[in-house]
């Protein structure tokens, strides 16, 4: 049973850094790619950010410049570091698992980032 238990997520004043975490069970950390996803009040679901086995990240265009993915092989624990938020960036994070061969992939319960003076 693979399971994705995200964590790090809080209320941070407008410029503020934050640093959510995802640790991953089960055998899939060392061959899925991992990813950060966002989903905001009324809107759609969207990619922040994915770092692959290999180590190769992509980075949503609105993001380039402030979040940076990594991830801890050791702890099978992938990061989001987030510098200089803005009141948009407030959204529900996910962090999700994909099999870069099939379709299948997993999503953890989401961790709420809120971005207020």
């Known amino acids: 049973q693979v399971q994705l238990v995200e964590s790090g997520g809080g209320l941070v004043q407008p410029g503020g850094p934050l640093r959510p975490s995802c640790v991953a069970s089960?055998?899939?950390?060392?061959?899925?790619?991992m990813g950060w996803y966002r989903q905001a009040p009324g809107k759609q679901r969207e990619l922040v950010a994915t770092?692959?086995?290999?180590?190769?990240?992509n980075y949503a265009d609105s993001v380039k410049g402030r979040f940076t993915i990594s991830k801890d092989n050791a702890k099978n624990t992938v990061f989001l570091q987030v510098n200089s938020l803005k009141p948009e960036d407030t959204a529900v994070y996910y962090c999700?698992?994909?099999?870069?061969?099939?379709?299948?992939?997993?999503w953890g319960q989401g961790t709420q980032v809120t971005v207020s003076s």
């Open positions: 999700n698992a994909k099999n870069p061969f099939t379709t299948q992939a997993y």
């Open positions: 089960g055998s899939i950390f060392r061959v899925y790619v």
């Open positions: 770092i692959t086995n290999g180590g190769s990240t």
